[in-house]
C-alpha cells in the first residue's frame, strides 16, 4: 500500500509497543486539562485558544513520534543523521563540534537528545512549562536546521518553519491556551517566565 497520512497516524497510533499506552495517556491528559480550563475559565472559551490548544498539540505529538526512534541504548538513527551534520552543516564550527565532541560521546548525548525531545513533546501535549518547552524546541530545531542545511533530499525551510512554530510559543506561551499553564496560573503564583 502507497504510504499516506491516514494510514501513517493509524499505524502510529496502534503500533504495538510501549510507547503507544504512554501516548494515549499523554492525549487523554491533554484533553482533561483543556476541559478543565474550558470548565474553570469562561475566557478559554473561545475559537482562539481551541486553535492554540491543537496547534500545541499536535506539535508536540511530533516531538514525541520524534524521540521514539532514539530511545536508548540503539542511536544507529541519531548517529546517521549526526553523521549527515558533519558533512552538510551550514556552519563548519558545528559540523566539527559534532564530528569531534558529539559523536565520540553518543552515550551521552544520545540519552541527552532523548531526554530533551520527550520533555518538549510532553510540555507541548500537556501545556506545561511551555516557555521551557519551546525554548527547547526552538534551540533543537535551530540545530536541525543549519545542521542539515544543505543535507541531499533535505528542505531546510521544514526546520525553519518548525523554528517559526517554537518561536511563537516561547513569545505566546501556548500552555495558557486550554493546557495546564493556564490552570496553574489561575491556582498558584507560578513565575510568568515558565508558563
Given at each position: 500500500?502507497?504510504?499516506?497520512?491516514?494510514?501513517?497516524?493509524?499505524?502510529?497510533?496502534?503500533?504495538?509497543?510501549?510507547?503507544?499506552?504512554?501516548?494515549?495517556?499523554?492525549?487523554?491528559?491533554?484533553?482533561?486539562?483543556?476541559?478543565?480550563?474550558?470548565?474553570?475559565?469562561?475566557?478559554?472559551?473561545?475559537?482562539?485558544?481551541?486553535?492554540?490548544?491543537?496547534?500545541?498539540?499536535?506539535?508536540?505529538?511530533?516531538?514525541?513520534?520524534?524521540?521514539?526512534?532514539?530511545?536508548?541504548?540503539?542511536?544507529?538513527?541519531?548517529?546517521?543523521?549526526?553523521?549527515?551534520?558533519?558533512?552538510?552543516?551550514?556552519?563548519?564550527?558545528?559540523?566539527?563540534?559534532?564530528?569531534?565532541?558529539?559523536?565520540?560521546?553518543?552515550?551521552?548525548?544520545?540519552?541527552?537528545?532523548?531526554?530533551?525531545?520527550?520533555?518538549?513533546?510532553?510540555?507541548?501535549?500537556?501545556?506545561?512549562?511551555?516557555?521551557?518547552?519551546?525554548?527547547?524546541?526552538?534551540?533543537?530545531?535551530?540545530?536541525?536546521?543549519?545542521?542539515?542545511?544543505?543535507?541531499?533530499?533535505?528542505?531546510?525551510w521544514t526546520y525553519a518553519f518548525i523554528v517559526i512554530l517554537q518561536l511563537w510559543c516561547l513569545i505566546d506561551p501556548a500552555g495558557r491556551g486550554l493546557g495546564a499553564d493556564a490552570l496553574l496560573r489561575r491556582r498558584t503564583r507560578i513565575s510568568p517566565m515558565l508558563t
Amino acid at each position: 500500500m502507497r504510504p499516506n497520512p491516514l494510514h501513517d497516524v493509524l499505524d502510529f497510533l496502534t503500533a504495538p509497543n510501549l510507547t503507544t499506552p504512554v501516548f494515549w495517556l499523554l492525549t487523554a491528559g491533554s484533553i482533561l486539562l483543556a476541559l478543565a480550563a474550558w470548565r474553570g475559565d469562561a475566557t478559554q472559551r473561545s475559537l482562539r485558544h481551541f486553535g492554540i490548544w491543537l496547534i500545541r498539540f499536535v506539535m508536540g505529538a511530533m516531538w514525541w513520534q520524534q524521540s521514539l526512534w532514539k530511545i536508548p541504548p540503539n542511536f544507529d538513527g541519531l548517529r546517521f543523521w549526526m553523521q549527515q551534520m558533519t558533512e552538510h552543516a551550514a556552519i563548519p564550527l558545528q559540523g566539527q563540534l559534532v564530528r569531534d565532541v558529539v559523536l565520540p560521546n553518543i552515550q551521552i548525548f544520545g540519552p541527552l537528545v532523548y531526554a530533551t525531545e520527550v520533555f518538549i513533546g510532553v510540555s507541548l501535549m500537556l501545556g506545561i512549562i511551555t516557555r521551557l518547552g519551546a525554548l527547547l524546541g526552538l534551540l533543537m530545531a535551530l540545530n536541525l536546521w543549519l545542521g542539515l542545511y544543505s543535507a541531499p533530499n533535505e528542505w531546510p525551510w521544514t526546520y525553519a518553519f518548525i523554528v517559526i512554530l517554537q518561536l511563537w510559543c516561547l513569545i505566546d506561551p501556548a500552555g495558557r491556551g486550554l493546557g495546564a499553564d493556564a490552570l496553574l496560573r489561575r491556582r498558584t503564583r507560578i513565575s510568568p517566565m515558565l508558563t
